[in-house]
């Protein structure tokens, strides 16, 4: 087991190093940088620029060296904890990032949690009643919340909760508590507000997660040990409970990895919509003021919140099943 | 016991039928099984992708879409950007058959504008004394049908004079219904060019990998898990803000497909090089090889045909993402621009929270966007199932 979680941190490592050139690539792609655009808009505004202020912030930072130079530099800044620094808040990206970083995290556990507890009974019902009315009417609510684009349905539940439960619009908490430490008053107003954008990320992820757990389902279903089961006179739910069930559970903490960027993905918009203290909003400025320390150190902590979220569900799928830690390749 | 047996030494007298034997009688087909057996598997798919009701009704339905959109010019009552600004704002009017219990026709009622001092909201409140009847195939705003075709022929307008919105207008008074239908032509083909890119790649890429193996596969295969383990919106986010605002919107039009079928390609890529791993071992591979076809004729010609009803079955299945994501896109200001417009771009206009309590109607583009992708997953669902049609 040991050796297994070795070497699937150890193929991480690979994995986040392409990732962070992609992005470092995606970031450098766009011409000028940042304090050309900065100049650009205060000398439109009419207002003096601190030359001197600005060479020294280029030098500071290698703007005149060239981009493979500074991939490295950032890079090996990762190592001792310097993600950069941010042009547009004068400050490192660690601070900036810090406490929304936490809130995305919170934000797509409760999805995930969220999406499982909905997922489960409707695709077990769905796949032990399968071609019912009940399957057909499930099945087609959950394609509809796949359908629905996410930021149409958060702007509807932002209306409606405020017009019928007064909850405040946008916002992670209300207004009141924005610029306060963590608290305790802080804490529930966050989780007031948090069902809104949960259940918004979440029913996207949860319609894929139904047919999918449907699908497996019904292949164990069709097997013959359920077939012999039944014969032998065993209750029909423990012969669902038993053995089938525990079958499909596998695949269904192996849907983690593909459910979690699709998660991530759909709370960054939802978040800009909302106008979320997460990830999303912040993003999009940095992206499109060529803010690119920030904007490139915000893209590799999403990817590395997947890739550790993957590696976690890796890791619970080869304690449950055992063919997996003892089959010697990693490729599946 | 004994004398059951016959005697030892005499034998039982051989029989001979003596009626003509045709070894094809016992087996003999009736018409219909013949025509099964003798069905190409094209034949035999579309057999039981008609069997899937749903399925055929949504293929039906999209073809529709794809009607409207190639005729919009006509369909549509007003053009584009005609304006009407004695109406902005117009909530929808409905069409009624009945006036006063007598039956007139298809027709709408017409609308009084007050401007109400108090908050300055416009409102329209319908004139049951207006009656508008339909005209149809009548002559209204003349246009040019794909930019070369002159026309002024609609299907159907108010009458002289007076102006029908059954979707409402919006904030610059232009008529929803004409803008959807218009949309409708770059929200279809923009999945269609995503996905013929990603197709591409992914048929490419994914069969490189597969009838090499060896380490071209392990390369792509981790290429494919690097990219399928980035959330892909912020990565859309990140490509299309870098895009020069410079750039024209058609021009962005296609730097956006290209931005969807680019991350998109990994899927399809997979399942290419997982079939092509089970089928490059076959006996006919081998025996391409010894008669000297090249790799690319190996791939194109014997393999790629093998699976390929499974790889339209998958690419359908894409394509709803790449709809929702050059909606969210859009919707974010950051991919098509007007005067390009899509469902998505329709959207941004219901941006604000205002929108949904006072003009409910300029979030109608959604109702296209989420039939559309119901459409096609249910398409995708028959495609699949037929795909293998021996099962």
């Known amino acids: 087991m040991l050796r297994y979680i070795f070497r699937r941190v150890l193929i991480m490592i690979p994995t986040l190093l392409i990732t962070s050139a992609l992005i470092f690539t995606i970031i450098e792609l766009p011409p000028g940088d940042y304090f050309e655009s900065y100049v650009a808009e205060l000398q439109a505004q009419g207002e003096k620029v601190d030359e001197e202020r600005l060479n020294f912030l280029r030098e500071e930072y290698g703007f005149d060296k060239p981009p493979v130079e500074r991939y490295f530099q950032w890079l090996g800044g990762w190592f001792v904890g310097d993600f950069g620094y941010s042009f547009a808040y004068e400050l490192p990206v660690a601070d900036v990032v810090g406490d929304r970083l936490f809130l995305t995290i919170l934000v797509s556990f409760v999805t995930i949690i969220f999406t499982w507890l909905i997922a489960f009974p409707i695709g077990i019902y769905s796949a032990t009643h399968q071609y019912s009315w009940g399957d057909y009417s499930l099945t087609f609510v959950g394609l509809l919340g796949l359908a629905t684009p996410n930021f149409l349905l958060a702007l509807l539940m932002m209306y409606f909760a405020n017009r019928w439960f007064g909850t405040s619009i946008g916002h992670l908490m209300a207004p009141e508590f924005l610029d306060q430490p963590m608290s305790w008053a802080k804490l529930r107003s966050i989780f007031e507000h948090l069902w809104i954008p949960v259940i918004v990320i979440g029913t996207s992820g949860t319609a894929g997660m139904i047919r999918r757990l449907r699908a497996n389902l019904l292949d164990e279903l069709q097997k013959q040990y359920v077939t012999t089961a039944r014969a032998k006179g065993l209750h029909p739910f423990k012969a669902l409970m038993k053995y089938p069930l525990r079958m499909s559970l596998n695949f269904f903490i192996a849907d983690i990895g593909s459910v979690l960027p699709q998660i991530i993905s759909g709370a960054e918009v939802v978040a800009i919509v909302l106008s979320l203290e997460t990830t999303g909003p912040l993003l999009i400025n940095a992206l499109q003021s060529q803010d690119m320390y920030l904007a490139g150190s915000f893209l590799m902590f999403l990817a590395i919140l997947t890739v550790i979220g993957v590696l976690i569900s890796d890791i619970a799928l080869a304690f449950l099943d055992p063919r997996i830690r003892l089959s010697g390749g990693s490729t599946k | ?391």
């Open chain 2, 1 to 391: 016991m004994s004398e059951l047996t016959p005697p030892a030494a005499k034998a039982l007298p051989h029989f001979v039928n003596t009626a003509p034997f045709d070894p094809r009688t016992i087996e003999a087909l009736t018409p219909a099984q013949e025509r099964i057996y003798l069905a190409s598997q094209w034949q035999l798919m579309w057999w039981k992708f008609k069997r899937h009701k749903v399925a055929v009704w949504c293929g039906v339905f999209l073809g529709f879409l794809f009607f409207v959109a190639i005729f919009a010019e006509f369909l549509a009552p007003y053009k584009l950007d005609s304006r009407h600004i004695e109406s902005i704002y117009h909530p929808p009017q409905g069409i009624h058959f009945f006036h006063e219990g007598s039956f007139r026709g298809p027709f709408v009622y017409g609308s009084d504008y007050k401007l109400n001092m108090d908050n300055l909201k416009r409102e329209y409140t319908l004139n049951p004394q207006k009656v508008h009847p339909l005209r149809f195939f009548c002559t209204a705003e003349p246009y040019e049908m794909w930019g070369f075709i002159a026309g002024s022929t609609h299907l159907f307008c108010a009458p002289e004079g007076e102006t029908v919105f059954l979707l409402g207008t919006d904030r610059l008074g232009r008529d929803m219904l004409s803008r959807i239908i218009f949309g409708a032509r770059v929200s279809l083909t923009i999945g269609l060019v995503g996905v013929a890119i990603s197709f591409t790649l992914g048929i490419i890429i994914g069969g490189l990998a597969g009838y090499y193996g060896g380490w071209v596969d392990m390369i792509v295969q981790r290429v494919i898990e690097v990219i399928q383990s980035i959330p892909s919106i912020p990565l859309w986010l990140a490509l299309a803000a870098i895009m020069p605002v410079t750039w024209s919107p058609l021009v962005v039009y296609f730097a956006i497909t290209v931005i969807l079928g680019l991350l998109d390609w990994t899927g399809l890529a997979r399942a290419v090089r997982s079939k092509l791993l089970a089928l490059r071992e076959e006996d006919y591979v081998l025996a391409a090889q010894l008669m000297g076809a090249s790799t690319s004729r190996i791939i194109g010609r014997h393999l790629i045909p093998g699976f390929i009803s499974h790889l339209i079955a998958t690419a359908t299945i894409s394509i709803p993402t790449m709809i929702l994501g050059e909606t969210a896109l859009s919707f974010l200001g950051l991919g098509l621009r007007p005067p390009v417009t899509s469902w998505g771009v329709l959207l941004t206009e219901a941006q604000n929270i205002n929108v949904v309590a006072l003009y409910p109607w300029l979030m109608l583009p959604v109702v296209p966007v989420i039939l559309v992708i119901l459409a096609y997953n249910f398409l995708g669902d028959g495609l699949r199932d037929a795909a293998d049609p021996y099962k």
